[in-house]
């Protein structure tokens, strides 16, 4: 009889040890799935609204946005305090996250041009990549405008 429960608390001591050993080794695994995919190094930079259309021409025109390897994108208009959203873009789709405005990506030109295409908002948007010394300077006492992050505001009258 003791011979029995000793075997089959040595297994149980077996069984344990190789279930924490597979925790060990797929938890790695796990905290992977959880962290944010990376920002690819294709959009990450700041890049020039040259073209809008589709049903909504409402993004101030010549907005700057900079797309940053955080997750940040930082929102320029001419004459306007800069605005920072998050973003991520997976499977070739960005997603601002606070807004839920998503766009299908398409780059083009060696990776030069950027074209956002509609997916929950009417507009589709194309922005040139800058060069470091092209880098509009930011207004922080500027005016509000819309910038491509947000979908339509409401007008009253």
């Not at 990450?44 to 025109?61: E, F, M, R, S, T």
Request: with cysteine; glycine share 4%.
């Amino acid at each position: 009889m003791k011979n029995k429960i000793r075997s089959t608390s040595s297994a149980a001591r077996m069984l344990s040890v190789a279930i924490l050993l597979f925790l060990m080794f797929s938890g790695s695994e796990c905290n992977e799935l959880l962290q944010e995919p990376a920002v690819p190094d294709a959009i990450i930079g700041n890049w020039k609204l040259v073209l809008q259309a589709g049903a909504l021409q409402d993004i101030c025109p010549d907005e700057n946005v900079n797309f940053q390897s955080n997750g940040i994108a930082l929102l320029t208009c001419p004459n306007s305090t800069q605005i920072s959203r998050d973003f991520n873009l997976s499977n070739n789709v960005l997603n601002y996250t606070q807004s839920s405005v998503s766009y299908d990506v398409v780059f083009s030109n060696n990776s030069q041009t950027l074209e956002l295409k509609e997916k929950n908002v009417s507009r589709d948007l194309t922005y040139q990549k800058l060069s470091m010394n092209e880098i509009p300077p930011i207004n922080p006492n500027g005016t509000s405008s819309t910038h491509s992050s947000e979908k339509t505001k409401e007008v009253t009258k």
